[in-house]
């Protein structure tokens, strides 16, 4: 397999407004790849350090204990190793409150221990949804300044985020390159991603090369989703990633999705579709598409129709 070639993401102070240059980084990276990086973002180290210690003590608890929360059970929170991969198992706790869906997980997997494992979520989540308010203007204002103003309390008010804690454990064999999560692209607006130190988060090219997104301390990486593709008229990209394990150790992540309402008809406003261009996508309710992928989960990303285009991309009649 050839060596992945590395990309420069811009890489945003969020803490301070942006200068137009930034803009402009960030508007060429949004098209290119779908992906950039964040610093000064408020999430401090020890609080990721608080989510890595849950996710440990969560993810070494017994199969039957993660059971209780798996696809077979009423709760549906735990997503156990073989669906996405034979490495990976992750943990999902859903908006707008954190804490109630972090409580009922809790109440299932430990007797009475207290770890703060909800109040910590809660802390965790309330920060990304925040954030992803934050970046989402951005993103917008990065489309054409004035944007943010003009869509964003009309399309994007009603937004809701979910997280999805990742446990990639250790491969045996390295001999292989080993794929912890599989070729996919996200069905949110915008994804905020934390990885730990180990790294293994790559991004296809438009030309189909895989490329490293290496971690970095005190960076989170961003990246554009379906719906912002749909929504954007393909300004945004919404790029394939996956995950490869390149070392014999276990990895975390945290993967914070901030979606639409399940009712919303996405639709780019004729402002964004730009006067002279061609529409791309035909309308769509939200929640159809999020069925589509469920039920297209078990075929092969490369060869079934998958994508958001596939579901409601208007065809360029050449
Ligand atoms: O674990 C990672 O770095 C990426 C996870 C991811 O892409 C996802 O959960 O959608
Ligand atoms: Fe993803």
Redesign the pocket.
Known sequence: MSKPEYVELPILDISQPLQPSSLASLSKACKDWGFFHIINHGISKDLCSQMHYLSKILFSLPSEAKLKLGPFSSIKSYTPHFIASPFFE?LRINGPDFYVSAKSSEDILFDKQNYKFSETLQEYCSKMAYLSEKILKLVLMSLEDGFEKLFYDSEFSKCHGYL?I?N?SAPESLEDQVE??GM?T?MSCI?I?Y?DEIG??QVRSHEGKWIDISPSEGTL?VNIGDMMQAWSNDKLRSSE???VLKQPVN?F?L?F?WCFEDEKVVLAPNEVVGEGNKRTYNPFVCSNYLKFRENNQKGRFEKVGYTVKDFAGIKSQL
């Open positions: 992750s999805r990742n990639y912890g999560l996919h996200d994804t991603l990885q293994g988060l990486v990633h996956r995950v990895r992540s993967a999705f």
